[in-house]
């Protein structure tokens, strides 16, 4: 009887046991691990981003130059969308039967609660027809998403593209998530976080198909999106069209700034493209294409490309000299041509006639005091102390230095220096090893951008702003560092002749550049005409000279400076200096009166064919 | 004894009742709490499941004070009867037609009456009834005495020696197979709890344990195959379990051969060779019948239960969703019609109001839920044990334990399968789970209970 009575107690501890390894594995699952916190919040919560509109982006006189537009990509819920007339869907949305089955199986191998993307970037006309029937088709729903639209099809270098950012992006800046848009080049890279604005995001809790059921946490967590800033650039747009049209049909670039302010008036890169083609679904196709094209539409050549000053650089030389005090404005240098060819003119009576007449000699001659100032009884000694300070001089024109300019470039032109020379040369060169220098040729080399800032740095007769596109962001100041001026190692005082030069350049007879003289406006300007050399297939050739011109006006207070570079098109004066005039006229009286020289210029073609420009 | 009579209420134990009544209003709340509709709020509405499970509780106290009235003579003596009137009950729902695949149901102009809940009240008495009838306490103290490792196997005698008791339980379990519905099946074995109690077959736990763990490792790992060590000999796992059979087998032969002495021996060798050919045809019956007689789903469940399939969002649905809402409830809980997976408006746990209500619970009321819940069950389970030892009729004895058996079953797989440690098998939790037939039939066991007890004095006498 006792054996049988125990059986209550195990029974009994049968009940106790059971119940007690519930609790065990209940405070396991419920407090001590979080597998399943986690497995619950993936199942029953989600989340939405919602996107800010992207800055609005506007010219200096407040024309909007960038916008957005609302486009829809369709999306699907597979399993809501179980029972759907495809025949009928992709009829409506105009996709072929493949690619909707190719989507539709993406789609379910992602998830079958979650949505994927059917259809990108429909644009509002064509959603207007969708719309009224996309009710038909339970599962599927657009989603609002906004596109750049250039309203005018220019300045596609400055305004740059956008893309979908790559995993590189994203892994740099955990903001980015696949699909997300981000700047590529130009305005919209360098102020993509602040035109991008800040990202929304709303949590809600879903039901077992993944339909919201309310918010989550009573929305503690979810953070509106905010409105990307609207930034103001410097550049006139008007300027800028009618840049773009000027050079139509040729390769080259217009820089024009500001001097008083280092505000970019103006940047051209010719060949262009329309800045709506690499927008949207087609981006990638259109890319391709115009990375194909040979005449590189997609290279910025105002900033990201560096060529040989040429003549223009002479400015500098009698700047430098007069500031080291080894010539004066009046000094005189035969035109030698013996030390180096030049075209046959007056001898230069002084700093204002050597600009004017660009003669080669007098500015070897010029440039050789500089360099070779009998500091070091070894001439090769004495060229490496006065190349120095001569490259420091240079470099304080802002050449071949960070100009600041807030465009994303690390392109920049070249001041050779001792270190320099004594590399490639081994040490064995004296200032007639390198003369060329003194005439912007040989291996200096200069960027348009650079081009026009000493345009501007003779303008302001010495000092210049860095060249800069911000002109306010949602009308906050501007950084401090384009505020203050930098000043350039040469004294105000000696800027005059120069200027005189390149007045005289325009105005007088002999002057190189008398197609840029107007009669309303003082232009002082110089042309340079660059010699041009280039591998082909191994072989170097000489190709027809580069046209530069650069310039700014009026003489006294000036408004705007500018440099105008068009490859292959022989003396400066010719083709970029009547250009640089009609840029000047456009802005500083915004009409022209010259129709002539601009239909000239309008009508030109000139875009050589490569084997018209091979010099023998 | 007049007095007694007279007070129907008089030697009614309290706590009982009182814990009843604590289940039952806390299922009702859970229930309204994880059906929650904004847009009926209303708690007696009788359109949401709230409303009807009020109903029902209705339904199951008039059930009970008709209990109240009846003297515990007429329940016993009419216990056959009873059982057999759900007997026809369940027969005749073998000619309905099938609702989700079973013919489990009764049907009344909207209103489903599931025989086979009423089937273990039927069951429990006539099991009182018979072992109080037939066998006395000497009979089986002899058998519990012979109990020892000599009749370790002897399920199959004791079957033969207890043709009645067999089949009292036999034919529900036959006809519940029929509808099919495996989880009352399951539930009637738990009245084995009972027949251990009261003498039968003294071992049958030693042996469940055995055959439990027997058949894990035989599901675990029968279909896979293995190197024999320090051969190249390939073998399947089920060879491989048998030879370790024989080793286990042989080990303790050559114990026995150690300990125990010489003339004791053969029996014990015999009894040792029976249970290793038992052992081995078990196996072998685990495997055919793994393979052969269980549906598909159900070779699915123990596979996830055994967590020999992964598949959270496709076979192991229920289960990964019911144990993410449990995980998800923390120490406190997420707060009263918080849950935001075993909800009826979100829908991730399937069958959160019948079978996975334990989710809703959990998920909302937290670690300290969880462990209040299990700790009134816990008590429920105890204070039957202690009414049922307190009893001197028989009769009541065995028809608390079948009780207790009963709501053991139910919370232990109910529970088991939320928190995945029992396969899933569609069994209510009692009081919780939505459904009028197991509410009223989960109350009138409890109020037989209780009347019964309430006249343990008068039978004293």
Not at chain 1, 49 to 64: C, H, Q, S, W
């Amino acid at each position: 009887m006792r054996n049988i009575d125990n059986r209550k107690y195990i029974i009994a501890l049968i009940f106790v046991l059971i119940p007690l390894t519930f609790v065990v594995r209940l405070f396991y699952m419920q407090v001590v691990d979080d597998k399943w916190k986690d497995r619950a919040a993936t199942i029953s919560e989600n989340k939405i981003l919602t996107y800010p509109a992207r800055g609005i982006v506007y010219d200096r006189n407040g024309e909007k130059i960038i916008s957005n537009e609302v486009y829809y990509d369709i999306h699907v819920i597979p399993r809501q969308a179980k029972n759907t007339d495809s025949v009928a869907f992709i009829k409506l949305l105009g996709i072929s039967m493949e690619e909707y089955s190719k989507k539709m199986a993406k789609a379910w191998a992602y998830s079958s609660k979650k949505p994927s993307e059917i259809v990108r970037q429909i644009p509002p006309n064509e959603f207007a027809q969708i719309a009224p029937e996309l009710y038909k088709y339970p599962g599927f729903f657009e989603v609002a998403r906004t596109l750049r639209v250039y309203p005018k099809k220019i300045a596609a270098h400055v305004l740059g593209y956008m893309n979908e950012a790559s995993p590189n992006d994203i892994e740099k800046d955990p903001y980015y998530k696949p699909g997300d848009y981000i700047g590529r080049t130009g305005i919209e890279r360098m102020y993509e976080k602040q035109l991008r604005g800040q990202r929304g995001v709303k949590y809600y809790l879903q039901d077992a198909i993944g339909m919201a059921t309310g918010e989550y946490e009573n929305g503690d967590y979810d953070t509106l999106a905010k409105q990307g800033k609207n930034i103001t650039l410097s550049i006139d747009w008007e300027l800028q069209e009618y840049g773009e049209r000027l050079m139509q049909n040729k390769l080259g670039s217009i820089v024009a700034i500001e001097p008083s302010s280092g505000e970019i008036l103006a940047m051209v890169s010719a060949p262009s493209y329309d800045p709506n083609l690499l927008v949207g679904r087609h981006l990638g196709a259109n890319y391709g294409k115009l990375q194909e094209d040979t005449l590189l539409p997609l290279q910025n050549r105002s900033i990201n490309s560096a060529y040989m000053p040429g003549s223009i650089f002479k400015t500098v030389m009698a700047l430098i000299g007069m500031q080291e005090g080894v010539i004066t404005a009046n000094s005189s240098f035969p035109c030698n041509k013996a030390l180096l060819g030049c075209h046959n003119h007056p001898t230069a009576q002084g700093v204002s006639d050597g600009v004017k007449m660009s003669c080669n000699p007098y500015f070897v001659q010029l440039t050789r005091r500089i360099v070779q100032q009998g500091k070091d009884p070894s001439i090769f000694k004495d060229a490496a102390i006065g190349l120095d300070i001569w490259a420091e001089y240079v470099r304080s024109f802002g050449i071949g230095v960070d100009l600041k300019t807030d465009f994303p470039t690390n392109v920049r032109g070249n001041v050779p220096d001792t270190d320099y020379y004594n590399e490639r040369l081994n040490f064995r060169w004296a200032f007639s090893t390198i003369q060329s220098i003194a005439i912007g040729q040989g291996e200096v080399l200069i960027t348009p951008m650079e081009m026009a800032n000493l345009a501007a740095i003779i303008a302001n007769r010495g000092y210049f702003y860095y060249p800069h596109f911000v002109k306010s962001i949602d009308g906050a100041d501007i950084p401090d560092i384009y505020l203050s001026p930098n000043q350039t190692m040469v004294d105000s005082q000696y800027f005059e002749p120069v200027i005189d030069g390149m007045w005289r350049v325009v105005h007088e007879s002999g002057g190189t550049a008398r197609r840029a003289r107007m009669d309303s406006i003082a232009v002082c300007g110089k042309t340079g005409t660059v010699e041009n050399f280039k591998k082909i297939s191994g072989k170097v050739y000489q190709l027809t000279d580069h046209s530069n011109f650069m310039a700014f006006a009026p003489r006294e207070n000036p408004q705007i400076a500018i440099s105008v570079f068009i490859e292959n098109t022989g003396f400066g004066g010719t083709w970029s200096a009547p250009v640089a005039s009609l840029m000047i006229e456009k802005y500083i009286n915004r009409t022209i009166k010259d129709t002539v020289k601009e239909n000239r210029i309008l009508n030109a073609n000139l875009i050589p064919d490569i084997n018209d420009i091979i010099r023998e | 004894m007049r007095s007694q009579e007279n007070k129907i209420f008089a030697n009614i134990d309290w706590a009982l009742l009182g814990i009843y009544l604590v289940l039952v209003l806390l299922g009702i709340s859970n229930i309204y709490s994880s059906v929650y509709n904004p847009e009926k709020p209303g708690l007696f509405d009788l359109s949401t499941e709230h409303g009807k499970q009020i109903m029902w509780l209705g339904v199951a106290l008039f059930l009970g004070i008709i209990v109240f009235f009846l003297e515990s003579n007429f329940i016993r003596k009419y216990a056959y009867w009873f059982y057999g009137f759900t007997m026809l009950l369940l027969i005749g729902v073998l000619f309905t037609t099938p609702i989700h695949g079973a013919k489990s149901w009764f049907g009344f102009g909207g209103v489903g009456i599931q025989p086979s809940e009423f089937a273990k009240v039927g069951v429990a008495l006539a099991l009182a009834r018979f072992i109080d009838q037939n066998s006395s306490s000497k009979e089986r103290t002899k058998m519990g005495k012979n109990a020892g490792i000599a009749s370790l196997w002897g399920i199959i005698p004791f079957i033969s020696k207890n043709k009645s008791t067999a089949l009292i339980l036999g034919i529900p379990c036959a006809l519940v197979l029929l509808q099919p519905d495996a989880g009352t099946f399951i539930v009637f074995t738990s009245f084995l709890l009972v027949l251990y109690r009261e003498g039968y077959a003294g071992n049958i736990l030693l042996f469940l344990v055995i055959a439990v763990i027997i058949a894990v490792v035989t599901l675990l790992v029968a279909d896979s195959n293995f190197m024999l060590p320090f051969t190249k000999m390939q073998l399947s796992g089920k060879t491989g379990i048998i030879i370790t059979l024989i080793v286990l087998t042989g080990a303790f032969a050559f114990a026995v051969r150690s300990f125990v002495m010489r003339r004791n021996r053969k029996g014990i060798y015999r009894s040792l060779f029976g249970s290793f050919i038992v052992a081995v045809l078990f196996v072998n019956f685990v495997e055919l019948g793994y393979t052969n007689i269980l549906q598909s789903h159900q070779k699915e469940r123990i596979d996830l239960l055994l967590g020999k399939i992964d598949d959270p969002d496709g076979k192991g649905y229920n289960i990964n969703r019911a144990k993410a809402a449990i995980g998800s409830g923390g120490f406190i809980g997420k707060g009263y019609k918080s849950a935001t997976l075993a909800n009826a408006s979100q829908r991730h746990v399937p069958m959160q109001s019948t079978d996975f209500i334990f989710c809703t619970w959990s998920e909302e009321r937290g670690f300290l839920g969880s462990f209040l819940l299990v700790g009134l069950y816990t008590f429920l389970l105890l204070k039957m044990v202690v009414i049922a030892e307190r009893q001197r009729s028989v009769f009541t004895r065995v028809y608390a334990y079948c009780v207790a058996s009963i709501f053991f079953y139910h919370f232990m797989i109910n529970v088991g399968m939320a928190i995945g440690l029992a396969p899933v098998i569609g069994i209510p939790l009692p009081f919780f789970s939505y459904g009028g037939s197991s509410m009223m039939s989960f109350s009138v066991l409890i109020f037989i209970l209780l009347k019964l007890d309430s006249e343990r004095k008068i039978v004293l006498q």
